[in-house]
């Protein structure tokens, strides 16, 4: 009978533990990002399906330079609310704060708009066709600012399905929109597709926001000395932010100065594709145990204790992953993208070996230390390291062509991953020793 109980107790922690995570709502979270990639992943078949590889090259090259743009987008002040309204108990506070992000990004959004514009009109751009969609694609900052704001305060306030329902409905509209118009009006059509689908996801957030029991009580305004504050926060996250994805956007920026080849963009294009997939979980789990690791800023043994069993249960789940991926990825490119896309597998595979670095290695790391904070080491590592990155970059290029894109981005991903545990680990036990003294 003891045996009988023994053996029973695992099956009784596994089930405690799955009625936790339901009613904390990860497994809303987990099932809409998968359903989100899902529709995503639609998306990623067609365009390089319908587009010709010129047009695919040109769509890959001009979303590069407006990532550049939607690095600075709001001054990061979306990523604030997350961090102020998750911390504060009371509900006229985490409305005061949601109000004053609101009029700091609207306001620098349309002084950003209004640069860019004039940026975009004097630049000299190498491929026809650049400018044209680049002031169409201007006013999307704004839009995509409080699409954010809207997510960070659903987040903060652990209404997990309700912002499950906002993000997958976006993707679904984005998706079926840019279908639909691409058909029609070809590049024109997949950018003002992106436009509809943020205002129509717009009108539905407002209306998941209106019944939270937050946005009926009276805002308590932070002073200006919080707002402030909260400034200082988001431009220090949107500059490590920007330095980090800055990583990435290089990457497409110098294959296109270096290589100056639309069909090297294409592949790449097709090949990062992956990225989005390799590393949804991770992201699904980052973000939702962000706010958890915030509530515990103070508590660094806890934080320690957490990471450690955090990253342990993601490198099981992501390594098997991306073998089968790496595995796969030939056959992955040929069913989905089309035999013209074939030279892409070898930079796919590469590409899975830095994700592998992203997932296991950094990502986890980097995103507790910004939430315990720590976000001012992360801008310091995160800036050194753009900086080896793009040298790296530069003589992997011109050594081994477009695979030398991933060679630099996996070795950039692993060393600074392994510089931010040993950080986060120097960090909990300083204060852990501290607290015991």
């Not at 999307?140 to 987040?155: E, K, N, T, V, Y």
């Not at 920007?242 to 790449?268: P, Q, V």
Request: positive net charge.
């Amino acid at each position: 009978m003891l045996n009988k109980l023994k053996q029973l107790k695992p099956m009784v922690k596994i089930y405690d533990i799955s009625v936790s995570l339901r009613k904390s709502g990860f497994f809303y979270i987990i099932i809409s990002s998968s359903m989100v990639k899902i529709v995503s992943f639609a998306s990623m078949i067609f365009l390089p399906r319908f587009l010709s590889k010129s047009d695919f090259g040109l769509l890959t090259y001009v979303d590069n330079i407006r990532n550049y743009v939607m690095m600075l987008n709001a001054i990061g002040i979306a990523v604030a609310t997350l961090k102020y309204c998750a911390k504060e108990d009371t509900d006229e506070n985490k409305k005061g704060y949601f109000i004053a992000s609101l009029f700091v990004g609207i306001i620098f959004d349309t002084l950003l708009i209004i640069i860019t514009i004039i940026a975009f009109l004097l630049i000299p751009f190498p491929f026809s066709g650049t400018k044209s969609l680049l002031l169409l694609m201007s006013f999307m900052p704004l839009f995509a600012f409080l699409f954010d704001d809207i997510q960070s305060l659903l987040r903060a306030c652990f209404e997990n399905k309700k912002y499950s329902i906002f993000s997958f409905l976006y993707s679904f509209l984005m998706v079926i929109l840019q279908i639909g118009l691409a058909i029609l009006w070809r590049l024109n059509g997949i950018v003002i597709a992106r436009y509809i689908a943020l205002i129509l996801s717009l009108i539905i957030g407002f209306i998941l926001i209106k019944n939270i029991k937050m946005i009926s009580a009276k805002a308590n305004m932070p002073s200006k000395n919080e707002i402030a504050g909260m400034i200082k926060f988001g431009t220090v996250m949107l500059v490590g932010n920007a330095a980090s994805g800055a990583i990435l956007y290089n990457e497409t920026f110098l294959i296109g100065l270096i290589l100056k080849s639309k069909s090297d963009l294409a592949d790449y294009g097709v090949a990062s594709n992956i990225l989005s997939i390799s590393l949804f979980l991770y992201q699904s789990v980052v973000f939702f145990v962000y706010p958890y690791f915030v509530k515990h800023t103070n508590d660094k043994q806890w934080v320690w204790s957490k990471f450690k069993k955090l990253s342990y249960i993601n490198a099981v789940v992501m390594i098997p992953i991306h073998i089968l991926l790496i595995i796969f990825s030939k056959l992955l490119i040929l069913i989905v993208f089309g035999d013209k896309y074939l030279g892409a597998t070898h930079i796919m595979q590469m590409l899975l070996v830095a994700s592998l670095g992203q997932a296991i290695v950094r990502g986890i790391a980097g995103n507790i230390l910004a939430g315990i904070g720590e976000e001012s080491y992360n801008l310091k590592i995160n800036v050194i390291f753009t900086v080896i990155h793009v040298l790296i970059n530069i003589w992997a290029l011109q050594c081994f062509g477009i695979n030398g894109a991933a060679i630099a981005l996996t070795i950039v991903y692993f060393a600074s991953g392994i510089v931010m545990i040993v950080h986060l680990r120097n960090v909990c036990r300083v204060k852990v020793i501290g607290n015991n003294i």
